[in-house]
Structure formats: structure tokens, C-alpha cells
């Protein structure tokens, strides 16, 4: 990785680091891309995709709507405004 590309990446991701910091970060840097250039040469040929590390068989819930016939017990715990949940401004 030249200098100048360091330093459009630590620009564009607004980082101000000391020079050793810079040295460390290009060197740690340059070994993620080597390490992509070995991933890339590896023969994955007759490999089936894993979307996930173990089988889920994923039991779903039917979607259906349901009543629930308790509304007014439970807003009335809380602060409402024409029958909406007030909560904290963010």
C-alpha cells in the first residue's frame, strides 16, 4: 500500500494518526490483502455454498392475526395520545 493511498483512506474515514500508528495500520492492512490474495487462489471447485456455518431447519409460525381482548389494561400503565404509546423524545 503506497503513502498516498493510506492517506486518502485515513481522510476518508477521518482518522488522525501518529506516524507509527500509520506504519502499523499499513502493515496490518497490506497482511488482510495478502491474505485475501491466498483466499482468492484457493480451488473451491465442487464446493457447495455455505450460507451458514451449521443446518438450521427453521421451524416458522404461521403469520396470522390475532385479537388481544386486554388493550385497555395495558395502556393504562402508560401515557397515551389519541390511543397511541407516548414514549421518551430520543
Partial sequence: MEEK??????????LELSEKEQKDIKKDIEEVVAYFDILENVDTKGTEVAYHPINVSEKLREDKAEQFGNVEGILKNTKTYRFYVVGPKV
Fill in 5 to 14: 493511498e493510506l492517506s486518502r483512506l485515513l481522510k476518508i474515514c477521518r
